[in-house]
């Protein structure tokens, strides 16, 4: 699981006080260390769970985007409120969670949605009760590690890379990883228990 502040928010974004004495040379070092730390989460080797328990703007929006599952407590609230604070980015991350014009509306008005109003617009998140948010990240967790974590690697692998590839070459990419599988003990425990199960019924 991603960490998940403490007080009222996930990640409220940048410190806009940096904003506020940043000139383009400094802007240029910040923005490549910001994409350092989004590029090391996005390939992570493991799957990431992002568990957002409150305001998620901007970088908050960008790290819940980058996630694997997203996972909000019903007190979450989403935003681009980069034109709110005179910067821009933000959209290829919105784009990740949620379609077009919700991305241009969100950016333009820089207005925050609830985290029922983002799942509104089409975003693929689970919004759970605040008290049921550590539960339900657990039982994301321990689901997908019973999956073995040689799995689970190759799996976050080759998502990462089959999401920019055409779809003919994304799919034959695929296969190359169901070949590398099939050779692993753990995809050939994986089948035999689907095989018990359905014959023991």
Known sequence: CLPTGAGKGCCSGNDIHEFAQMDSEYAAELMYRVRRAFWALHDCPVPVVARVNGVAFGTGLALASLSDVVIA????????????????GGLKFARRLVPEHAVRRMFFTAETYSAEQ???????ITVVPHDSLDEECERILRTSVGKGSGALRMAKQCMNAVEHLD???????????????????????????????????
Do not use: C, N
């Open 73 to 88: 407590s019903d007190r979450a609230v989403f935003g681009l409120t980069e034109l709110d604070v005179g910067v821009l």
């Open 167 to 201: 779809f003919r070459t994304g799919y034959e990419y695929e296969q190359t990883f169901t070949i590398r599988m099939s050779d692993r003990p753990e995809s050939k425990t994986a089948v035999r228990k689907v095989i018990d199960d359905i014959e023991a019924r």
């Open 118 to 124: 983002f799942k509104q617009f089409g975003a693929a």
